[in-house]
């Protein structure tokens, strides 16, 4: 173990074998989280959907209920075994290990959904990465976004850096200490940062989460 703190992300999640604790199991936005699974089948009902940061597979294992297909993906094969593990319908859910960054994937799809991850995209690289996926999913290929909101005296961000991303300092289970990107975009900042690259753009915001859904032009 060393003293230095890591900012490798994708080293952290390989540590973590779930999602639970920081991102999705909090008690106090369950019913938002209830909600935004309605709506989750409404948008994505019927879809082929690429998933991208699947982890454990939690989101997956929802998606698997009502969507056509999905192809769930994560950089982390450790991680992807864990979601196999659900044993999930296997004529519906398929998993690939591909960088959410740049997903080089195969397929036909005319959806994306990515829970939890977008808040660890550098502000710098969003439009970079809409039109990786844009060349995926295509024009008018439905996005999908869940992400954490910010609460107030309860977020504990280590740093802004230069061009506005926020950072959190979190330990591994080994001690290791990493400094992981974690944005808490305002619906102005989404829609300043998003708008010219969606169309039907729509927000929803809960006390603890946040979700949008757009096409991509």
Not at 109 to 123: E, L, Q, T
Not at 188 to 201: C, E, I, Q, V
Request: proline share 4%; with cysteine; glycine share 6%.
């Amino acid at each position: 173990m060393t003293n230095a703190v890591s900012t490798d992300m994708a080293a952290y999640y390989a540590q973590r074998d779930n999602f639970d604790e920081e991102d999705i199991e909090n008690p106090e936005g369950m019913a938002a989280l209830d909600e935004i699974m309605e709506k989750l089948e409404e948008s994505l009902a019927g879809q082929r959907v690429l998933e991208l940061a699947c982890g454990d597979g939690y989101w997956t294992d929802e998606l698997a209920g009502f969507a056509d297909y999905v192809l769930a993906t994560d950089i982390n094969p450790g991680l992807l075994e864990i979601a196999r593990s659900r044993e999930l319908p296997p004529e519906v859910v398929e998993f690939v290990v591909a960088d959410a960054m740049d997903p080089q994937v195969e397929g036909s799809f005319n959806a994306c959904f990515a829970g939890f991850w977008w808040s660890h995209v550098r502000r710098q690289d969003q439009a970079d990465v809409i039109a990786r996926l844009r060349k995926v999913i295509g024009k008018d290929g439905l996005l999908v976004l869940v992400d954490n909101s910010w609460l107030e005296g309860r977020t504990a961000i280590a740093r802004t850096d230069a061009d506005g991303n926020t950072w959190q300092i979190h330990a591994a289970p080994d001690g290791q200490r990493y400094e992981i990107v974690k944005n808490y975009p305002t619906d102005s900042a989404l829609r300043k940062r998003l708008g010219p690259l969606l169309r039907d753009m729509r927000i929803h915001r809960y006390d603890h989460y946040w979700m949008l859904t757009g096409r991509l032009r």
